[in-house]
């Protein structure tokens, strides 16, 4: 996986302060997107242990409420793989911190995939970006077509549950 850059603080993907990756790639290419300098999966740069390293470090500061991981778009097939294995990282080692997770694809869209990606996941912004439906007023999202998706309790309950 490649990624684009790491965000030690981040106050707008997410409740509290937080730290956020930006995977590189998506095939998607939503017209209006805020960061299409990411759509190139040979851009950014390598995601080794060392940067998953430094983002548990940062994660496990006491003033961090979570982690965030957008993109590019991480559900890509080309990054599912690396996802997994950070976000199981991270559930592990990093105790008590939210995960969000940001994704053009739907809910059920990503349920279909073989990894179990939403079982290390808190919250998910699903949907993509639709340049007609942007509201600059949404919180947490860019879209009205966006939902944030409570994954625990949409689980429990067997339908979706937006987060609050």
């Known amino acids: ?10 106050i ?7 730290v956020s990756l930006y995977t590189q790639g ?8 805020f960061n299409e300098e990411t759509w190139d999966f040979k851009g950014g740069k390598p995601f080794t242990k060392k940067e998953e390293d430094a983002l548990i470090t940062l994660i496990n500061k006491p003033h961090i409420a979570g982690f965030t991981l957008l993109g590019g778009e991480p559900m890509e097939k080309e990054n599912r793989e690396d996802v997994l294995k950070l ?8 105790p ?3 995960v969000w997770l ?3 694809f739907l809910y059920e869209e990503i349920c279909q995939f073989e990894e ?3 079982d290390y996941v808190d919250v998910l912004v699903d949907g993509m970006f639709i340049l007609a439906k ?4 949404l919180r947490f999202r860019g879209s009205s077509n966006q939902r944030l998706i409570d994954i625990a309790k949409t689980k429990e309950q067997g339908q979706i549950v937006l987060f609050e």
């Open 1 to 10: 996986m490649r990624y684009a850059q790491i965000r030690e603080i981040d």
């Open 12 to 18: 707008a993907n997410g409740p509290g302060i937080r």
């Open 26 to 33: 998506c095939h998607r290419h939503c017209p209006g997107c």
């Open 87 to 94: 976000l199981k990282r991270i559930k592990e080692e990093c």
């Open 96 to 98: 008590g911190k939210t």
């Open 102 to 104: 940001y994704s053009s």
């Open 116 to 118: 179990n990606i939403l």
């Open 134 to 137: 942007k509201d600059a007023k």
